[in-house]
Nanobody
Framework: QVQLVESGGGLVQDGGSLRLSCAAS????????MGWFRQAPGKEREFVAA????????QYVDSVKGRFTISRDNAKNTVYLQMNSLKPEDTAVYYC?????????????????WGQGTQVTVSS
């Protein structure tokens, strides 16, 4: 069982930045692909970004490419999402998730463990 705890959400103005963190309880954190997802009110949960086990490969949804950066520190059992140039349409609850598979994937289905989420609100 892996417990994931997100932090770093908040209220920011259009064009601002936030850095989300997700701390994992797993002693074998480096065995998991890590992903970030988001869910806006009335919408389905969607993929945002994912990173391979040792951080050599990343994948992003098109709408955040060039603005968001996913990274991880396996020594600290933590994955990050740096969000720059935020837009009101980025407003959502952001979740991190862990996947035991070997390939980075951009789908909600297949991730094994989920955090409780952190709210990000971007005001116009």
């Amino acid at each position: 069982q892996v417990q994931l705890v997100e932090s770093g959400g908040g209220l920011v103005q259009d064009g601002g930045s936030l850095r989300l963190s997700c701390a994992a309880s797993a002693g074998s954190f480096s065995n998991y692909i890590m992903g970030w997802f988001r869910q806006a009110p009335g919408k389905e949960r969607e993929f945002v970004a994912a990173i391979s086990r040792i951080g050599t490969r990343t994948q992003y949804v098109d709408s955040v490419k060039g603005r968001f950066t996913i990274s991880r520190d396996n020594a600290k059992n933590t994955v990050y999402l740096q969000m720059n140039s935020l837009k009101p349409e980025d407003t959502a609850v952001y979740y991190c998730a862990a996947d035991r598979s070997i390939s980075v994937r951009a789908t909600v289905l297949g991730y094994d463990y989920w955090g409780q989420g952190t709210q990000v609100t971007v005001s116009s």
